[in-house]
């Protein structure tokens, strides 16, 4: 399928990184400033964030259009429940293959379209079965260079744990190497998470230095199979509620009106 | 005073936005990517993570030349003391106006060049006496649109104090007026700290949404005057630590080599 939301003026991405402190997970918008309407889309935003990204959007004048999540959270609850019950018209954006709730399903290779400007998916499972990563647009009037959301998939000089959720380390390997460094060199790669304060890499920085994907295949396996990680702390409470993500809340909290 | 590193190639900005969580610190990475050496600064780096950034700055192939100070901090002590021990040959760069100790100080309408690009010093007291903000260059080869890392002189949706530290909320409110407001509309704005996961701003942003200098001057001065803030945890180590930046540690620590 293809989203689409009209089209008229020359494309302008207004682009805007945000991060909440406690899950360190970044949160994405962007926007076609050059179209009329200024629509734009949140990327895996938070609950705790919520007010903070809905007034960004006010004051920048944007219409929201996409609430989008790259693939089921397990460590916070994402934001776009309470968004769709603020924010009337927005709709819930994940994989088909994530099995959960949203208004609209995308699959690998659909586009998704804001303004004159696009993001595409790329089938990125592994980290979990239904992970997607959203790329900006190929073509003349598309941001350069590229930029991709990754999620858990790619983090930066790391990847998401592959042990719960169907994740696959096998799977992540595969997803990687074919979905995200195969783009070109200069491709901006924007992770759902930072712990030691890292805003962005590239596929050339990560092709050179990520400690794990540079390794081959059964050496990857090994490392991810021997991370003995904690059970997330948030899991119980996160992958419930994001499984019907943008149902649950817009049901429990239907009027809750943004501050002006 | 103007500082070159001599010039050849087509200049190509590579810039990083680095965080430090415990005092919500960012830390600026920009290098002369088209010039053979790659030659590189940090602004406002941060002692708690001088390793992280200088990892990173061997990765990507730099030639660390430069590590400034937007101004003498009171809420972490700078990383320019450890870089000068770790590797030789970067000089620390701050105000002339600061009283503190450096290689090189800096004036008002000074450019500060790496490879074939420069930052241009705008003096913009009132946070402290000596705040400057580092403004990439005007020019057909310089980076479009521009940037501003403003220190504490202008925060997203704010300002620093302005109650210690030679600082004065009237010259805070002529600093940003007339040095960072008439930069383009564009001008990407850079800050020294942010505290709701933020990463940038816009003049256009703040000259329509700061909730403080969009007032009239009078009532802006008001403001500063009845923040009945806490007095800075960090201000009694942070303050001689920084005013002695690049040589207290250089001379305590002097052969702690980076690891590899
Ligand atoms: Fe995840
Ligand atoms: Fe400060």
Redesign the pocket.
């Known amino acids: 399928a293809t989203y689409t939301t009209g089209a008229s003026g020359s494309p302008k991405l207004l682009f805007r990184q945000l991060f909440e402190k406690e899950s360190s997970t970044y949160t994405y918008l962007l926007a076609d400033v050059g179209h009329p309407d200024k629509p734009a889309l949140l990327v895996d935003p938070v609950d705790k964030t919520v007010e903070r990204d809905l007034t960004l959007v006010k004051e920048l004048g944007l219409k929201l259009i996409y609430a989008m999540n ?6 916070h609850v994402t934001g776009t429940g309470l968004i769709k019950g603020m924010v009337p018209g927005v709709q819930s954006v994940i994989s088909k293959a994530s099995n959960a709730r949203a208004d609209l399903f995308v699959e690998h290779g659909d586009k998704i379209h804001f303004g004159n400007l696009f993001l595409e998916v790329r089938a990125t499972p592994g ?2 079965l239904g ?1 997607v990563t959203y790329v900006t647009g190929d073509g003349p009037e598309q941001p350069q260079p590229r930029m991709a959301f990754t ?2 998939a790619l983090l930066i000089h790391g990847c ?2 592959t042990d719960f ?1 169907g994740g696959s380390s096998d799977q992540l390997y595969n997803s990687v190497h074919s979905q995200i460094f195969t783009l070109p060199k200069d491709t901006l790669l924007y992770p ?2 930072d712990y030691k304060g890292f805003t962005v890499t590239t596929v050339e920085e990560e092709l050179s230095h990520n400690p794990r994907l540079t390794k081959d295949k059964g050496t990857f396996k090994n490392i991810m199979e021997n991370l003995k990680l904690p059970y997330p702390k948030m899991i119980d409470v996160a992958v419930p509620a994001n499984m019907v993500c943008g149902f649950q809340d817009a049901i429990e909290k239907p009027s809750k009106a943004l501050a002006s």
Request: contains cysteine.
């Open positions: 790259t693939h089921v959270h397990a460590d980290h979990t992970c999620g858990d998401g744990r959720q759902a998470h």
